[in-house]
């Protein structure tokens, strides 16, 4: 520690009044110590006494502790604190701080605890304080409000102060004593022998009235402890003090301390990564710089015991702790080292600070000595500090970069402990059948070429893109096909791409059937559903469709031969009724058509309802038509097409001659519903043996499915010629 001789001018003068004294007090400078951070060198401050009073400055809440100016001033910086203590038997009653030509420049808002402060203005050379107490606690604003100068932080610096005070009686009891000890435990004691302490913890003045003290207490908080003694009728002082916790039990705990004071982490903590004064330690996803001078070395995942102490640090908004030697025990256990975590630079906020990352396939630019930039191929860029761990810096692209975030004055930025090239890969890129379709690859914007090399990590994204007649049926990464819907992979070693295409059934053409809707609107169908399909349809009417011609939605989807039900259900205006006319599908007949074989031609399959309907079924109807099932089985040729079942709806005494595509349909509707038939099934026949093929998975109408999507029900696995039913939960 290195002393200076410097000096403290106090002058003392007798005031009119006999209870009245008045001190001026010059700051010439007095003894600081030397701290070293990298090469900034801080003339920090100590307390000191002049004329009996007690000057305590603290660095509070700010993050730059208080220092001596060049001049010899006090400069005390943003959120930074000086408790003001008077002499033994006198109380203060006012104080005029003369600011320094710096404290003119920067001058914040002044608080005090105790007292009041007289208005501030800009430019003015003093801050003058009045009230009656002994003891009073300043803290400096955050901004500069009332300085000349354009610099936005508050500082309070000064050069002179007259202090006011007047006498008190000085109580025959003596002040009780507040001490924070070990573990969070607060000890009271008294000198006065007899006397008996009282204390509160909810920051009023305590009484006789109050808890009486028989023990140390622990506290779970900050907290200020206040304390009386009581010898008979006669009390001291209150003594107060704001207490804060010095035993946490994690990382995390001590980080939202945030406590000046020496702070002891209780459970153990693991090694990260040593450099000089910088040690990174970490404990259940906390990470914590704990700088200073320490005679151990660490490797990564050395596990340092329970009882690591430092005090809390907000540097340039980032946490450390401030250790030395002595908070360190000697001993040490190995356990697994502590990985980085990948992230993008995107992704990197101020939370993240002191956290263990790697960046890969990113660059380094704009080196200049110990800065440079990162940047990923998306935009993104974060600083690079390397002023503090000196690795060799060079600029390139294609790196992996491992280092800790860091926070300078609310920007992030990495400190580096290793930068390497990253490990590339070969990508082939087959080219599908010929007339089949196209397959490409693309880094961004740019499609690549076949076996060009990447850097591990990269993403690509995969465009395959079906010829005339072909579908995509799966897109393949070494092997193994791409989720339905995703299009990207990452890089990650040696890459083959492929797509596989399959042809497409035909898609006829179909006419479309026409005429006029019955006028009164009430001659639809509710609800046209398929039953027994693989996939079935569903479709309802609440309402007259707003054209004469339906296309359900959806398709029925099954497999040759398989059999499978159409219902349709018609609006039902009444009951049946030889007496009254309900003006509904009744009076209407109904003919099936079947396209199985795809070619856009219709075959009629079956009519439904009588021709002009005899008395009395000229008013009862073709009560048929209203409810109809019909089952179809497809036929064994009917493989991999899309047919298509269409029913007309047609007034019963007209349309004799109707077609699947007439025109001049009266009181008409027509429905078609779309049939798609898959594949014959592969399973001949079932045996007993096994294989160790790869298992194959039909439904029970011989479609072949995706065996990593099954839905609910009972497939068939087929596995080399073992076939097994099973059932999917």
């Not at 809440?61 to 001049?71: D, E, F, L, R, V």
């Not at 003694?229 to 994690?250: E, F, H, P, Q």
């Not at 609310?410 to 890969?425: G, R, W």
Request: aromatic share 8%; net charge negative; charged share 20%.
């Amino acid at each position: 520690m290195k002393k200076l001789l410097l000096s403290l001018i106090a002058v003392f003068l007798c005031l009119p009044f006999a209870n009245a004294k008045e001190y001026e007090i010059t700051i010439k400078g007095t003894t600081y110590k030397t701290t070293t951070f990298g090469t900034t060198t801080i003339q920090s401050i100590e307390a000191f006494e002049s004329n009996g009073f007690s000057f305590e400055p603290s660095k509070g809440k700010g993050q730059t502790a208080p220092a001596y100016n060049k001049a010899g001033d006090i400069r005390l910086y943003a959120n930074n604190t000086l408790i003001l203590t008077a002499p033994a038997g006198e109380s203060i009653t006012a104080i005029s701080f003369t600011l320094s030509t710096q404290g003119k420049k920067q001058t914040a808002a002044i608080a005090a605890d105790e007292g009041i402060i007289a208005t501030q203005s800009k430019g003015a050379a003093t801050i003058d304080w009045s009230g009656n107490i002994d003891k009073i606690t300043f803290t400096v604003g955050a901004k500069n409000e009332f300085g000349t100068a354009t610099n936005s932080a508050g500082q309070f610096c000064f050069d002179k102060l007259t202090i006011t005070t007047a006498e008190v009686e000085i109580p025959s009891v003596e002040t009780p004593s507040i001490k924070l000890k070990e573990n969070n435990m607060v000890n009271i004691e008294c000198s006065t022998e007899g006397a008996t302490i009282y204390y509160t913890t909810d920051d009023s003045d305590p009484t006789n009235e109050s808890t009486v003290y028989s023990a140390p207490f622990a506290i779970t908080k900050e907290t200020t402890v206040k304390a009386i003694a009581y010898k008979g009728a006669d009390a001291s002082r209150i003594a107060t003090a704001k207490l804060n916790l010095n035993t946490v039990s994690s990382i995390a705990e001590f980080i939202n301390l945030a406590n000046e004071s020496p702070v002891t982490i209780t459970s153990p903590v693991t090694a990260v990564y040593q450099n000089g004064p910088f040690l990174y330690i970490y404990q259940n996803g906390a990470f914590l710089l704990a700088y200073g001078t320490q005679t151990n070395k660490y490797e990564n995942g050395d596990v340092i015991p329970a009882g690591i102490t430092g005090t809390y640090n907000l540097r340039y908004g980032n946490h450390q702790m401030n250790v030395d030697n002595t908070t360190f025990l000697a001993t040490k256990d190995v356990s697994e080292p502590v990985m980085p975590t990948t992230m993008a630079i995107g992704d990197i906020t101020v939370d993240d600070q002191n956290k263990y990352v790697l960046l890969s396939n990113v660059s380094i630019s704009d080196l200049n000595g110990n800065n440079a930039t990162i940047s990923d191929s998306e935009g993104n860029t974060i600083a690079l500090y390397n002023k503090n761990f000196q690795i060799e810096l060079q600029e390139g692209n294609g790196l992996i970069i491992a280092g800790f975030v860091s926070v300078y004055n609310n920007d992030v930025q990495i400190y580096p402990t290793s930068i390497a090239e990253a490990e590339k890969f070969t990508v082939t890129v087959q080219t599908p059948e010929a007339g089949q379709g196209t397959l490409q690859v693309f880094n961004g914007e740019t499609e690549i070429t076949s076996e060009s090399e990447f850097i591990a990590g990269t993403e690509l994204t995969v465009v395959a893109t079906p010829a005339e007649g072909y579908g995509l049926k799966a897109i393949y990464v070494n092997g193994t096909a791409l989720p339905e819907g995703e299009t990207t992979f990452v890089v990650e070693s040696e890459t083959t791409v492929s797509a596989e295409f399959e042809a497409l059934p035909n898609e006829p053409t179909y006419s479309i059937p026409g005429g006029a809707m019955h006028p009164q609107g009430n001659n639809y169908l509710v609800q046209l559903y398929s039953e027994g399909a693989t996939v079935n349809v569903d479709q309802s009417w609440d309402s007259t469709p707003s054209a004469l011609h339906q296309i359900v939605e959806g398709a029925v989807e099954v497999a040759p031969e398989a059999t499978f039900t159409l219902k349709l259900k018609a609006k039902k205006l009444g009951p049946q009724s030889s007496t009254t006319v309900y003006e509904d599908l009744r009076f209407a007949r109904a003919r099936i058509y079947t396209d199985w074989d795809a070619d856009g031609v219709f075959t009629e399959d079956q009519v439904i309802g009588t021709e002009s309907p005899q008395a009395p079924y000229n008013v009862i109807g073709n009560m048929d038509v209203l409810d109809i099932t019909k089952q179809f089985t497809v036929p064994a040729e009917a493989e991999n097409t899309n047919s298509r079942i269409r029913v007309i709806y047609h007034n019963a005494w007209s349309n004799k001659d109707c077609t699947a595509n007439s025109t001049d349909l009266v009181d008409g509707m027509a429905y078609d519903v779309k049939v798609k038939v898959g594949q014959r099934s592969g399973i001949d026949s079932i045996t007993g043996d096994a294989t160790d093929a790869p298992a194959e998975f039909y439904n029970l109408q011989g479609i072949r499915m995706d065996g990593n999507s099954l839905t609910p029900g009972i497939y068939i696995m087929r596995q080399g010629s073992k076939a097994t039913k099973v059932l999917v939960r």
